[in-house]
């Protein structure tokens, strides 16, 4: 059973930065791609920043400039540093690995629970 676990978020003025992490509590055999999601009240889930294996990166447009994605491959953890937060960034964060755990095992989305993060002054 894996799980992931996400901390870091809470609450800070604009211009402010919080960074998010994201550990798994179980190993894989490998993991392809890293990420985070976000979900603002009323609105549908989005893809903030994603990372693969090799390090190539992906950001949504709204955060380019100012969010960092970042992943220890030894510790398989991912980590989203968020500067110059703005009030629309206000949303649930939710981590994502897509990887296996064995080299039989079928490739598999696994979920964090999610952390609060709140941009307000």
């Known amino acids: 059973q894996v799980q992931l676990v996400e901390s870091g978020g809470g609450f800070v003025q604009p211009g402010g930065s919080l960074r998010l992490s994201c550990e798994a509590s179980?190993?894989?055999?490998?993991?392809?791609?890293m990420g985070w999601h976000r979900q603002a009240p009323g609105k549908e889930r989005e893809l903030v920043a994603a990372?693969?294996?090799?390090?190539?990166?992906n950001y949504v447009d709204s955060v380019k400039g100012r969010f960092t994605i970042s992943r220890d491959n030894a510790k398989n953890t991912v980590h989203l540093q968020m500067n110059s937060l703005k009030p629309e960034d206000t949303a649930v964060y939710y981590c994502?690995?897509?990887?296996?755990?064995?080299?039989?095992?079928?490739?598999?989305?696994?979920w964090g629970q999610g952390t609060q993060v709140t941009v307000s002054s």
């Open positions: 994502y690995y897509r990887g296996r755990r064995t080299m039989f095992s079928p490739w598999h989305t696994y």
């Open positions: 179980g190993s894989f055999f490998s993991i392809n791609e």
């Open positions: 990372i693969t294996n090799g390090g190539t990166t």
